[in-house]
Nanobody
């Protein structure tokens, strides 16, 4: 069974940086993409960034130039380097692992940007 666990969240001041990790364990299903989503209080979950198995990336416009998504060589750990964080980046960040058998989600990690 595939398990997805996010880590690295925390509280940071505006302009600061955080690096999120998403670790995938169990199952030996090849994935075709991994993605980060976030959900701010009172809002719907929104797409943040995606990386495909051949390392093509895409980002929501609001984070382009500030966030960078990457994976390790085994494609079982995904990272989200977040720089120049803004108040509006606050939320719970979720990772998903996309396979031909379905999409597996983690439980999320909280990111809070505040003075």
């Amino acid at each position: 069974q595939v398990q997805v666990v996010e880590s690295g969240g925390g509280q940071v001041q505006p302009g600061g940086s955080l690096r999120l990790s998403c670790d995938v364990s169990g199952g030996r299903i090849s994935n075709y993409a991994m993605a980060w989503y976030r959900q701010a209080p009172g809002k719907q979950r929104e797409f943040v960034a995606l990386i495909t198995a051949d390392e093509n990336t895409s980002y929501v416009p609001s984070v382009k130039g500030r966030f960078t998504v990457s994976t390790d060589s085994a494609k079982r750990t995904m990272y989200l380097q977040m720089n120049n964080l803004k108040f509006e980046d606050t939320g719970v960040y979720y990772c998903n692992y996309q396979t031909i058998l379905g999409v597996f989600w983690g439980q999320g990690t909280q990111v809070t940007v505040s003075p």
